[in-house]
């Protein structure tokens, strides 16, 4: 029913697929999205991780076969050699725990700014460079 709802409204629903989603049910979900399709990348919470699985390249390689949408992967990804190994097969990546802890620590909302800045840049020199 919401997946109806967001159709007829012109509003794209968004929905995830994790790595322990069953394949009858990740068809089912990537039937009903619209705008992307959001790949979790890692089993568990989000936030930052040293490594990421070693699957998550076929997982997303299995999803594109099934879907035209783009597909973007989320979830651990906060170093620059994250990004280097996904860019290559995602169509965007979503950083969100890494950005949050720079902001966290930083002592004002100028040095949040500039650190989230320098680690956008270092990200996408990464993916530049892969």
Same mark, same amino acid.
């Given at each position: 029913? !919401?997946?109806?709802? /967001?159709?007829?409204?012109?509003?794209?629903?968004?929905?995830? $697929? #994790?790595?322990? #989603?069953?394949?009858?049910?990740?068809?089912?979900? $990537?039937?009903?999205? #619209?705008?992307?399709? @959001? @790949?979790?990348? &890692? #089993?568990?919470?989000?936030?930052?991780?040293?490594?990421?699985?070693?699957?998550?390249?076929?997982? $997303?390689?299995?999803?594109?076969?099934?879907?035209?949408?783009?597909? /973007?992967?989320?979830?651990?990804?906060?170093?620059?050699?994250? &990004?280097?190994?996904?860019?290559? &097969?995602?169509?965007? !990546?979503?950083?969100?725990?890494?950005? &949050?802890?720079?902001?966290?620590?930083?002592?004002?909302?100028?040095?949040?700014?500039?650190?989230?800045?320098?680690?956008?840049?270092?990200?996408?020199?990464?993916?530049?460079?892969?």
């Amino acid at each position: 029913p !919401l997946a109806e709802i /967001c159709r007829r409204e012109d509003f794209s629903l968004i929905q995830l $697929v #994790t790595p322990t #989603t069953p394949r009858d049910r990740a068809l089912r979900i $990537v039937a009903s999205s #619209t705008g992307f399709l @959001y @790949y979790v990348s &890692v #089993t568990g919470i989000t936030g930052e991780r040293k490594e990421l699985p070693s699957d998550v390249i076929d997982n $997303v390689a299995q999803l594109r076969r099934e879907t035209d949408l783009p597909v /973007c992967i989320g979830f651990g990804i906060s170093r620059p050699e994250h &990004v280097a190994m996904l860019a290559p &097969v995602a169509d965007g !990546l979503i950083v969100g725990s890494a950005m &949050v802890r720079r902001v966290a620590e930083a002592n004002s909302p100028q040095a949040a700014a500039k650190s989230v800045a320098a680690f956008v840049q270092e990200l996408r020199q990464a993916i530049d460079n892969a």
